[in-house]
């Protein structure tokens, strides 16, 4: 088992207005998940994009809005939100704080 800090795990800028930090993944030994933890600055965010694989986010703080084929849905702290493969998708923060997230991806080998 390892147990670790969040805030000592590496921050790496993904894009202007959005840290990544990578909690679990392959170099702490995971075989099958990658938990990550992001910062969207206000008025950031994800590239809209789809990938072959689910993944599962939770909204820790924050609010914003998710923008999927079937429209805009808005979010906020304790969301969780089910990203099946293939669909096109992206996380927007539209609030004046920092959305913080968990987002959980399959490791492909």
Not at 34 to 42: A, L, Q, S, T
Not at 53 to 62: A, K, P, Q, S, V
Not at 87 to 107: A, D, F, K, Q, Y
Request: hydrophobic share 35%; with cysteine; glycine share 8%.
């Amino acid at each position: 088992m390892i147990v670790s800090s969040y805030s000592e795990t590496k921050p790496i800028q993904e894009l202007p207005g959005i840290v990544k930090r990578e909690v679990a993944c392959a170099d702490k030994g995971a075989k099958n998940f990658c938990m990550r933890v992001f910062d969207v600055d206000p008025g950031a965010a994800t590239p809209s994009h789809e990938h072959q694989w689910e993944h599962e986010i939770y909204i820790l703080c924050g609010q914003g809005t998710t923008v999927s084929q079937q429209g805009e849905t808005p979010i906020a702290k304790d969301s969780v939100i089910f990203i099946p493969p293939n669909e096109h998708h992206c996380i927007r923060n539209t609030g004046n704080e920092i959305l913080r997230l968990i987002c959980v991806i399959p490791i492909i080998g």
